[in-house]
């Protein structure tokens, strides 16, 4: 398994609930799940959750991809 690190390309996918919340699945965390109000701030949650498990600043978290995602 390839670890990623804080300046890599996450990949955060975002599922509507019923609701109205956005569960959030940033895809290679082992714990990568967050939740967001809005989709707005879908990858705000997602660079928050990735800098938590990296132990790193925010700031230093690389380029996160968001995609809309359908349950299924």
Same mark, same amino acid.
Do not use: N, P
């Given at each position: 398994?390839?670890?990623? !690190?804080?300046?890599?390309?996450?990949?955060? *996918?975002? #599922?509507?609930?019923?609701?109205?919340?956005?569960?959030? $699945? /940033?895809? !290679?965390?082992? #714990? !990568?799940?967050?939740?967001?109000?809005? #989709?707005?701030? /879908? *990858? *705000?949650?997602? $660079?928050?959750?990735?800098?938590?498990?990296?132990?790193?600043? +925010?700031? *230093?978290? !690389? +380029?996160? /991809?968001?995609? +809309?995602? /359908?349950?299924?």
């Amino acid at each position: 398994m390839t670890t990623l !690190g804080a300046t890599d390309t996450y990949q955060a *996918e975002a #599922f509507a609930t019923a609701d109205g919340w956005w569960a959030v $699945r /940033v895809v !290679g965390l082992k #714990f !990568g799940f967050t939740q967001a109000a809005r #989709f707005d701030d /879908v *990858e *705000e949650s997602a $660079r928050d959750l990735i800098a938590c498990s990296l132990d790193v600043d +925010e700031a *230093e978290v !690389g +380029e996160i /991809v968001v995609s +809309e995602r /359908v349950w299924s």
